[in-house]
């Protein structure tokens, strides 16, 4: 029923992901659950940039980009 | 202050908060209209915007606060909009309402600011901008249950479209009446934060009062929450040293009691918006592919997203360099118009040389960046409001991140190969301080089109016209190649350098907001540029003229004049003698005296050149024993490891005000007029023929490539110099950037004199 547990970069295009846990206790880590992306909360892969980096997705309705060193500190269970 | 305050009322004070990108300086202006006081807050690079509620009874100061997503005080930036919300800061009145003001279409992520200011204490009014969008966006918001459930007036506004202003301005002033009681504390999340907290913000409230510092409850909240945050310092360096001690025992107990820190703020805050807006912000039908998705499909996809990017960049580059030209050359004409103007009534003199030499094109000077600005911040206002600003900056952040700046930086950098005032004034699009910073210390080393002259001059006259691979390949060309680069390659350890040692500290995050894309609003467009016209003329514009007069004044004093101004009266006699009898021939032609009139004509046109050349002589003395050419005389030293004599330094100073000026300059010395351009082939030979006093020639491709390097690193553009200084609201930086780049432009253009000297 759990589905593994992996970093939210490593999601496809098009995934969705509930997050589990922001690793860490500084700046980047409060930034990102000032912006809202909070344990339990569901976010959805909505693109790449061309170059791979950064990452677009989608949480709390509205769109927010992040680099894949910021996307990697967000723990999400995968799910279909 | 403002003339009109009326003295028989107070002045109230009330503060407008957001989130970056909730249409808040759209908002600004609706109730303030354009004239907004700017000044900056003391200590920190935050700016300070107070404006005058205009159609008000009453005189209201609106303080626009900078935008933020939260009111952390980790840094002393962001603790400024806490201390002015508290009425902490010496000379800015403590706001009596503040207005809140929220994206309509992204409510939940932007009340987390809101329910942080919910905590303050201060009368608050929630204004949903954007309201318009609501509908299409496929939501339904229901404001009337929010105020409800909030106890505070929700107003609907469109502010693109000046909607709902009057109403706002009406709860403005109802507030400020005292209609409007402070929120109650029990409906604020701080009542859901964890008991333990409570307990253990109580206690080192307690203690605080026991040191004597009485702290509001969110002070007191913060510094527990934010490790190492700017109010801890403070307090350290009042004098309460062991706060830090009380801190960290604060949160071993919280942490054993298993409450985690910071995280449970988020979490508290996040839980109590989702009770506010349950049944009140309902989505229609889920947007997985919404029309402005589609559309962002194509922009950010790998190849299509690159070329859209590239075009852009492509049309809006072109357009501050080609469309620009038009009213720049119309600008020069219009200076040369007014200077003959000039000169046919005031007498050869120092009056004259001031009107023209100083005043007019001391305005020139100002007048001729404007049209690269207004078409810059035209197309920055329509990228911005239509959604793609923050697309491009998404597409160029990779290759930006390689050194060490973000996507934003892209756009005021390449903005700055054109002109680097423009460029500069563009990096407030960039929200990170010190990625802004980084980008403004930088811009000004992209190679912009006023170095153009100097490498062309250099290069014609003193670059052999080698040809390579039969012919299409020039050495001419690669050198002008070489130097148009040589700004940008030495830019990227610069801003290493920059980010390591003077913009130290935590790593720079890269979130940002994708909004839907929408139609850009040509009101909010307007107001944009408008705005940075008039921010540039009146502040950065005013320091420019000044230091054309000023470098005016030394090229001028204290040489005595008498002797050319009686040369030049005498030119201009034989001159307006010469037009006379020209038209006099014309008149003449098929006459019989036709070929004594021409003889005549020709014995005046030796006169002439005679005169021309003795005043062009004297100019050039004139300059000489000038401030600047004594000055010229006696840095000499200094300028020599460089390949350099006097001229070539006299010169190089007279061109502060904008580098190309040196081409003018160096005609003046040689002694060919102030007329001379970058293709004047007597101003080239004049340099192929400039000897030393031992005989050896002065322009050697060695000595002309240390004044490129020179020219393509130094900051000799005052016009640059002052924006810097406008745009920091410091003289720390404009000086730096003159230090370092100078530093920067000397060490290299010597390091070439050696190298290439030693080649021969």
Not at chain 2, 300 to 317: E, K, Y
Not at chain 2, 528 to 545: C, D, P
Not at chain 2, 708 to 736: D, G, H, K, Y
Request: charged content about 20%; overall charge neutral.
């Amino acid at each position: 029923m759990s589905s593994p547990i992996i970093r939210l970069d490593e999601l496809s295009v098009g995934d969705s992901g509930t997050i589990v846990e922001i690793v860490g206790n500084d700046l980047i880590a409060s930034r990102l659950m000032e912006m809202g992306l909070i344990e339990e909360e569901p976010i959805t892969v909505i693109g790449k940039a061309p170059m791979g980096d950064p990452i677009e997705y989608s949480v709390r309705g509205y769109r927010i980009s992040l680099r894949k060193t910021e996307a990697s500190r967000v723990m999400v269970s995968r799910q279909n | 202050m403002a003339p009109s305050i009326d003295a028989s009322k107070a002045t109230r004070t009330v503060a407008l908060i957001g989130n970056p990108n909730t249409g808040k300086s759209s908002l600004f202006n609706a109730l303030c209209g354009m004239n907004a006081r700017v000044g900056n807050y003391p200590g920190v690079t935050v700016e300070q915007k107070v404006g005058r509620l205009v159609g008000s009874s009453m005189n209201v100061d609106v303080v626009d606060l900078p935008g933020t997503y939260s009111l952390a005080a980790r840094s002393a930036d962001e603790a400024v909009t806490v201390n002015v919300l508290s009425g902490e800061l010496a000379n800015q009145a403590a706001p009596e309402v503040a207005i809140v003001i929220l994206d309509a279409t992204n409510v939940e992520r932007n009340l987390y600011l809101f329910s942080q200011m919910y905590e303050l204490g201060l009368p608050l009014i929630l204004v949903l901008n954007m309201w318009d969008r609501v509908e299409s966006e496929g939501l339904h918001v229901d404001a009337d249950l929010i105020a409800k459930r909030l106890g505070v007036p929700v107003i609907c506004t469109s502010a693109n479209r000046r909607r709902g202003v009057n109403e706002l301005r009406v709860a403005i002033e109802s507030a400020l009446n005292g209609k409007q009681l402070p929120v109650e504390a029990s409906r604020s999340s701080r009542a859901l934060y964890p008991e333990a907290f409570l307990e253990e913000s109580k206690r080192l409230a307690a203690w605080l009062e026991t040191q004597g510092h009485r702290l509001p409850s969110y002070r007191v909240d913060r510094l527990i929450i934010d490790s190492d945050g700017h109010f801890q310092k403070m307090l350290c360096q009042s004098g309460v040293s062991e706060i830090s001690k009380h801190i960290e025992e604060s949160r071993e107990r919280l942490a054993a009691s298993g409450c985690r820190v910071p995280m449970f703020e988020t979490k508290v805050r996040y839980g109590w918006i989702r009770q506010l807006i349950d049944g009140a912000v309902t989505r229609k039908e889920s947007r997985s592919a919404s029309p402005s998705d589609r559309i962002d499909r194509w922009l950010t996809h790998r190849w299509v997203g690159m070329l859209v990017f590239v075009l852009i960049m492509f049309l809006v580059f072109q357009s501050i360099t080609l469309v620009a030209e038009w009213p720049m050359k119309r600008i020069e004409e219009l200076q040369g118009i007014a200077s003959s103007a000039v000169e046919a009534v005031v007498p050869s003199g120092a009056l004259r040389s001031l009107l023209v030499d100083g005043v007019i094109s001391g305005v020139g000077a100002v007048v001729v960046f404007i049209p690269q600005i207004a078409i810059l911040f035209f197309f920055i206002a329509v990228l911005e409001d239509c959604g793609y600003m923050a697309r491009a900056a998404f597409v160029m952040d990779k290759l930006m991140s390689s050194v060490g700046l973000s996507g934003k930086s892209f756009l005021p950098l390449m903005s700055s190969f054109a002109c680097a005032v423009p460029g500069i004034m563009a990096t407030r699009t960039i929200e990170n301080r010190k990625d802004r910073m980084v980008t403004l210390l930088i811009a000004p080393l992209m190679s912009c089109s006023a170095r153009m002259p100097v490498y062309i001059l250099m290069v014609s006259a003193f670059v052999p016209a080698t040809r390579y691979l039969g012919g299409w390949v020039t050495l001419q060309g690669m050198v002008l190649m070489m130097m148009q680069s040589l700004g940008a390659i030495v830019a990227i350890p610069v801003a290493w350098l920059l980010k390591k040692f003077f913009f130290p500290g935590e790593q720079a995050t890269f979130l940002m907001e994708l909004h839907s894309y929408k139609w850009p609003s040509m009101w909010v467009v307007y107001q944009r540029v408008w705005e940075r016209v008039i921010s540039f003329v009146g502040r950065a514009g005013t320091l420019i003229f000044c230091t054309t007069i000023l470098v005016w004044a030394a090229g001028y004093f204290p040489a005595d004049h008498s002797k050319l101004d009686t040369a030049v009266g005498n030119l201009e006699k034989l001159q307006s003698q010469q037009s006379e009898l020209v038209a006099k021939s014309e008149q003449a032609k098929g006459a019989e005296d036709e070929s004594a009139v021409q003889a005549k004509v020709q014995e005046l046109q030796v006169e002439v050149d005679q005169a021309l050349a003795s005043v062009n002589a004297l100019r050039s003395d004139m300059i000489e024993s000038s401030f600047l050419g004594m000055f010229g005389h006696r840095i000499e030293p200094l300028v020599r490891p460089l390949g350099w004599d006097w001229k070539i330094g006299v010169a190089t100073i007279a061109s502060f005000p904008a580098r190309e000026v040196i081409i003018a300059t160096l005609g003046t010395i040689y002694s060919l007029g102030s007329d001379e351009n970058e293709e004047s082939l007597s101003l080239q030979s004049q340099m192929q023929q400039a000897k030393w006093p031992d005989g050896r020639p002065v322009f050697t491709l060695a000595t002309s490539l240390s004044i490129m390097v020179f020219f393509a690193l130094c900051a000799q553009c005052s016009a640059t110099l002052m924006t810097i200084r406008r745009e920091t609201n410091s003289w720390r930086w404009p000086l730096f950037s003159f230090a370092y780049m100078t530093t920067l432009a000397y060490v290299g253009a010597w390091l070439t004199y050696q190298v290439f000297a030693l080649w021969g």
